[in-house]
């Protein structure tokens, strides 16, 4: 009787692990950008996602067309949250100061299946957060 009862407990539980979304292990995967134009406008990013991923796209608005972007991505896997910084880095010769919109995109893979707190920051200015249903990998 107790083996019984212990498979009919063992498999309950696996029942309701698979319940349960799975956190998955988050990568930046890609990142990149382009030269910047001087020119007026506000930074900006959209993300969409994509079976076990999310992709990003946006223009950073930064002092001179020549800076440098980078890509830091911070998460909390076991609460479905990401914190994806873009921040700037000095540029590598002199150039023209000018307000200058930067363009970028970039993925992370190795999402779980669920709903993905998302917050991203140009600097320390927060331009978007929302929340993204991440369908799952094939």
Request: glycine share 14%.
């Amino acid at each position: 009787m107790k083996p019984l009862l212990l498979a009919v407990l063992v498999g309950g539980l696996l029942a309701i692990g698979g319940c349960i979304p799975q956190g998955g292990d988050p990568k930046l995967t890609s990142f990149s950008f382009q030269g910047g134009s001087c020119g007026a406008g506000e930074g900006k990013v959209e993300v969409a996602p994509q079976p076990g991923a999310l992709v990003f796209s946006g223009q950073f608005a930064a002092p001179s067309p020549c800076h440098r972007l980078k890509a830091v991505l911070q998460k909390i896997a076991s609460q479905h949250q990401i914190v994806l910084s873009i921040l700037l880095e000095e540029p590598l010769d002199p150039c023209a100061q000018c307000l200058a919109l930067i363009p970028y995109s970039g993925r992370i893979e190795g999402l779980g299946t669920g709903r993905w707190h998302v917050r991203v920051y140009h600097q320390d200015r927060e331009v978007l957060q929302g929340e993204f249903n991440v369908p799952a990998s094939p």
